[in-house]
Structure formats: structure tokens, C-alpha cells
């Protein structure tokens, strides 16, 4: 399924603003994203100016994405790629079996394995750091 512009703005209005609100610490937050297309579009911009001042991180933003440096998130090096992994083992035949089969992986994800994953991503980050935003050699991470 590909998110367009309009579906992306829904998705920040609908998804991301109600848990926002829920929150007592979102003026903590940050936000980060990729370059794709329906990310910087001028109303998805001025949805996060909105909902993050000064607080995220986007390719024609507040805080620059650091160049040529896709994975500085867990979300893009572990998450995506673990998710997919486990929910096809159940081989969803239709969009409700896959969506429920990824809720309930991301549920039964155990606590000490995202620790472990937030620990490893210090890695990556620390050598942006060092690379003043350049590239990120591959890194192989702590089991």
C-alpha cells in the first residue's frame, strides 16, 4: 500500500494528534521522518510545525535529516524488518488478517528485546555524530 500526501495528513490528524493530546510529556517528544514525498508536502509540514515546534527532524525542516543516513531509527533498522518477518509466518490471506497479525506481534514483542534494540541503536547515532551527519558504516549489532 502506498500513503499518499492527503493519506499521510490523515494519518498524522487521526493517529498521531489524539495521542499526542493523550500524553503528558508530548512537549518532550521528537519527530523524525524521511524525505519521501508525502512527508514534505506543505500541509503535512505545517501539521508537524504544529503539533512539534521546532521538534522534528524532516528533509526540508526545523532540524535537517542528516545526509545519506536512512536508518536512524529503530523503527527502519529493526522494527519494519521484524514485524514483516513474524506476521507472514502466519500468512495472512487478506488486509484484516495481515493488520491483525502485526497488532498482535507487536504486542507479544517481548520488553527485553526492544531494550536490547535501543541499546545497539546508540551505536549508529554516536557515529553520525562523529561523521558530522555523513554516512553510517554498517554496523552489526549485540545479540
Known sequence: ????????CKILENFLRPRLEESDDSE????QQNGATPHTGR???GSLKEMFPSRFSSLRDDIGWPARTPDLTTCDFFL?????AEA???RPQTLKAL??????????????MTNKVMENFREP??????NNGR??????FKT
Open 28 to 31: 518532550d517528544f521528537l519527530f
Open 1 to 8: 500500500m502506498t500513503v499518499k500526501s492527503n493519506g499521510y
Open 80 to 84: 519494519w524488518g521484524y514485524l514483516k
Open 43 to 45: 500541509r503535512s509540514l
Open 135 to 140: 554516512q553510517v558504516r554498517d554496523v552489526i
Open 99 to 112: 493488520k491483525e497479525a502485526i497488532r498482535g506481534e507487536v504486542v507479544a514483542t517481548p520488553p527485553k
Open 88 to 90: 507472514y509466518k502466519h
Open 125 to 130: 547515532l554516536r557515529q553520525c555524530i562523529a
